[in-house]
């Protein structure tokens, strides 16, 4: 999400708020020598370092009982990710099936139209 964010306002400063430790220290971490070779490591470097604007980032609990502005924003992008991933996962659960619309929106749990939209994109299914 970071990357994406980067490579998305190139110019403008940015506050990221990530619910993950992992990439806040990594962004800490690449003020200063000595920064990890891994593949996110990487991509992470990559965007930041192509940008022109610069980059805040704060590291907050979001899966705290005591919920405040960060964990009720971050409850929002959580819900709009799992809609992302469950439509990513219909459209790979229908390459390699090729269920009918119906059974792929109740199996993934996804509207009918989004259901009916994989099953019409999909270039087998269409012959």
């Known amino acids: 999400a970071v990357v994406l964010a980067c490579g998305l306002f190139q110019?403008?400063?940015l506050n990221i708020v990530t619910d993950s430790i992992f990439v806040a220290r990594l962004c800490l971490a690449m003020?200063?020598?000595?920064?990890?070779?891994?593949?996110a490591a990487s991509?992470?470097?990559?965007?930041?370092?192509?940008?022109?604007?610069?980059?805040?980032?704060?590291h907050v609990n979001s899966h705290n009982p005591v919920k405040g502005y960060y964990q009720t924003g971050n409850d929002k992008a959580d819900a709009a990710a799992k809609g992302v991933w469950t439509?990513?996962?219909a459209r790979q659960l229908h390459e390699s099936l090729h269920i009918?619309?119906?059974?792929?929106?109740?199996?993934?749990?996804?509207?009918?139209?989004?259901?009916k939209h994989v099953v019409a994109t999909c270039p087998h299914c269409q012959k």
Do not use: F, N
């Open 11 to 13: 110019d403008e400063h």
């Open 31 to 39: 003020s200063g020598p000595g920064v990890s070779t891994s593949a």
């Open 87 to 89: 439509l990513q996962q």
């Open 100 to 115: 009918g619309a119906k059974a792929l929106a109740k199996r993934c749990g996804i509207s009918t139209a989004d259901a």
């Open 43 to 58: 991509m992470l470097e990559e965007a930041l370092s192509s940008r022109q604007g610069t980059v805040s980032v704060i």
